[in-house]
Nanobody, 119 residues
Framework: QLQVVDSGGGLVQPGESRRLSCTLS????????IAWFRQAPGKEREWVSC???????TYAHSVKGRFTISRDNAKNTVYLQMNSVEPDDTAVYSC?????????????WGQGTHVTVSS
């Protein structure tokens, strides 16, 4: 059974960088679309980025140009590199795996990792 583990969160100062990891077990990362979502306190869950099984990345407007999604097949891991972080990036970040970068198809979820952007 496919398992998804996301990690890498923590306290980050505004303007700095952080890299989140999404590691799969029980399946090969290059066979799945992997998406990142986030949910800030009191707000609805927001789609952040996705990389298709073919390796095509897409980004939400709010993070485009600052965040980069990438995949390391050897480590069976997808990364979300967060640069120039802002206080509005504070949220619980979760990755999800599935057949397509569309919510109904993203059936396997990590437990979430908390990112706090604060000085």
């Amino acid at each position: 059974q496919l398992q998804v583990v996301d990690s890498g969160g923590g306290l980050v100062q505004p303007g700095e960088s952080r890299r989140l990891s999404c590691t799969l077990s029980g399946g090969t990362v290059e066979h799945y679309a992997i998406a990142w979502f986030r949910q800030a306190p009191g707000k609805e869950r927001e789609w952040v980025s996705c990389i298709t099984s073919g390796g095509t990345p897409t980004y939400a407007h709010s993070v485009k140009g600052r965040f980069t999604i990438s995949r390391d097949n050897a480590k069976n891991t997808v990364y979300l590199q967060m640069n120039s972080v802002e206080p509005d990036d504070t949220a619980v970040y979760s990755c999800a795996a599935g057949q397509l970068c569309v919510l109904p198809y993203l059936q396997h979820w990590g437990q979430g990792t908390h990112v706090t952007v604060s000085s």
